[in-house]
């Protein structure tokens, strides 16, 4: 059974696919003030949420281990403090989920779609 070979890394075409660059255009692109942006629109977005989320799940737990009364308090019949937060973190993981995508699909995805096609066009 034959494989075929891996592109070779010089920046040629081949006729397995685009030519690739090679590790000078990468550290080349990687920078660049275009990739420096779209790094600065990724971390402004993920590290402010995460950071959020992190407290928001840990203020969950520590209230839970510390704060069981106010936990079971009932909020509607059966229903307490403790699963409304609980299900809140469900939600929360969601939102956060649909506005990465969001955000992704607004400011990363066009940047990171330029920096990808000006590489495989100068290699």
Known sequence: MATEAPPPRDGTETAAGPAQPTTEEFV???????FGELRHTYRSF??????AFIA??????LLSNY?????????FGNVN????????QFATTFL??????????RR??????AI???????A
Do not use: C, N
């Open 28 to 34: 080349e692109v990687q920078r660049s003030a275009e």
């Open 46 to 51: 993920a590290f402010p949420l995460t950071l």
């Open 56 to 61: 928001w799940y840990l203020l969950y737990v």
């Open 67 to 75: 704060a069981g009364g106010f936990m079971g308090t009932k909020v």
């Open 81 to 88: 403090v403790a699963l409304v937060m609980g299900l809140g």
């Open 96 to 105: 956060i989920a649909w506005l990465y995508s969001r955000h992704a699909a």
């Open 108 to 113: 990363l995805d066009p940047r990171a779609e």
């Open 116 to 122: 990808r096609t000006r590489m495989e066009g100068d």
